[in-house]
């Protein structure tokens, strides 16, 4: 599975960015497809996922109610809505996908694949 994460960029807090992960190789579908982030100096962090089979998804609870993730299975892709932006969020996003079970979905080592980032800077 190949995976083409895009739609970073530079927005003023409190702004909306929608950041795509396209899939080849595989259909989205039969994977967990997450979001994780990885700021300057710190360790990557998850922030959304979207469980195999549309079973369900789950946020971080430093971006609960602000993102959503959703996924379009005949563009075979994910995305992530970003709304009320904060300095705080700003970070090379990346999105993966894997077979990780409930308990494990925030582990980054729990996902096969990755996609190469794609950077968020959000400005006060």
């Known amino acids: 599975v190949q995976l083409q994460a895009s739609g970073g960029g530079a927005v003023q807090a409190g702004g909306s960015l929608r950041l795509s992960c396209v899939a080849s190789?595989?259909?989205?579908?039969?994977?967990?497809v997450g979001w994780f982030r990885q700021a300057p100096g710190k360790e990557r962090e998850f922030v959304a996922a979207f469980r195999r089979n549309n079973s369900g998804s789950y946020y971080a609870d430093s971006v609960k109610g602000r993102f959503t993730i959703s996924r379009d299975n005949a563009k075979n892709a994910v995305y992530l809505q970003m709304n009320s932006l904060k300095p705080g969020d700003t970070a090379v996003y990346f999105c993966?996908?894997?077979?990780?079970?409930?308990?494990?979905?925030?582990?980054?080592?729990?996902?096969?694949?990755w996609g190469q980032g794609t950077l968020v800077t959000v400005s006060s």
């Open positions: 993966a996908a894997g077979t990780p079970i409930l308990s494990a979905i925030s582990i980054p080592s729990m996902y096969a694949y």
């Open positions: 190789g595989r259909t989205t579908s039969s994977f967990t």
